[in-house]
Nanobody, 117 residues
Framework: QVQLVESGGGLVQPGGSLRLSCTVSGSIFSFGRMGWYRQAPGKQRELVVAETNGGRTNYADSVKGRFTISRDNAKNTLYLQMNSLKHEAEDVYYC???????????WGEGTQVTVSS
């Protein structure tokens, strides 16, 4: 079974940057679309950015211009570059994949991002 493993979270100061990684334990091409979501305690998980059909990307308004999704297919890894981080970005970040063959969704375990001075 293909798994998603996030890494790269941690403590960063406001205005700083982090790059999250989501490594696929198999081929990244198992997933037709991938994305990043985040969740704060007691709140619903929300979209950060997701690949859409047709190869486009859909960013949440709150992160446009500051966050960038990318992938390295050779490394079976999805990335989220986060710049100019604000305190409100402090959440657990999850990687999500939609299986190319079945449209089943797969989630990673999440990685904590803390924004604090």
């Amino acid at each position: 079974q293909v798994q998603l493993v996030e890494s790269g979270g941690g403590l960063v100061q406001p205005g700083g940057s982090l790059r999250l990684s989501c490594t696929v334990s198999g081929s990244i091409f198992s997933f037709g679309r991938m994305g990043w979501y985040r969740q704060a305690p007691g709140k619903q998980r929300e979209l950060v950015v997701a690949e859409t059909n047709g190869g486009r990307t859909n960013y949440a308004d709150s992160v446009k211009g500051r966050f960038t999704i990318s992938r390295d297919n050779a490394k079976n890894t999805l990335y989220l570059q986060m710049n100019s981080l604000k305190h409100e970005a402090e959440d657990v970040y999850y990687c999500r994949g939609i299986a190319a063959s079945s449209n089943d969704e797969c989630w990673g375990e999440g990685t904590q991002v803390t924004v604090s001075s």
